[in-house]
């Protein structure tokens, strides 16, 4: 979809910014549904990173909103070649998804650690990004 696409689909206008200067272009940020469209450098979504878990589901049924833990065993079920970090952070290609646990979480007291987000991108997502930046930077 395109930046107007996504906005005419959401019904509003979001908030635009750039983390970093590692972004491509600036994202926008859907606070209120929790969260942020990222696109390339011809204004077309790649990725879509959600912060509230609560309803988001894997086709057909299944939720997201699951304990760390059960989320990496389920993805592992599902895609065994997902690259799992000793940080916790992982990525599954075949998938489209990458996460890592929430930030200042300690499983090793009892805390049910959860993903502080859940990225969903396109086939060859990072490869496009890294080849953005690189021409990008050629460029200057």
């Not at 070649?81 to 599954?92: H, M, Q, T, Y």
């Not at 998804?97 to 969903?120: C, H, K, N, T």
Request: aromatic fraction near 10%.
């Amino acid at each position: 979809m395109s930046r107007g696409e996504v906005e005419a689909a959401m019904g509003e206008t979001p908030k635009r910014a750039k983390r970093n200067a590692m972004e491509i272009a600036e994202h926008d940020c859907f606070r209120a549904d929790g969260f942020y469209v990222y696109y390339d450098p011809d204004d077309r979504a790649i990725a879509a990173e959600c912060f509230e878990l609560d309803g988001v589901s894997f086709p057909p049924d299944t939720s997201l909103n699951l304990p760390y833990r059960e989320l990496i065993a389920w993805l592992q079920g599902v895609d065994p070649s997902i690259v799992v970090k000793p940080d916790g952070a992982f990525r599954s290609d075949a998938l489209g998804i990458a996460g890592r646990p929430m930030p200042g979480d300690d499983e090793a007291e009892g805390d049910i650690v959860r993903s502080e987000s859940l990225l969903f991108y396109r086939p060859h997502y990072y490869e496009d990004c890294a080849r953005w930046r690189s021409e990008r930077e050629a460029s200057k």
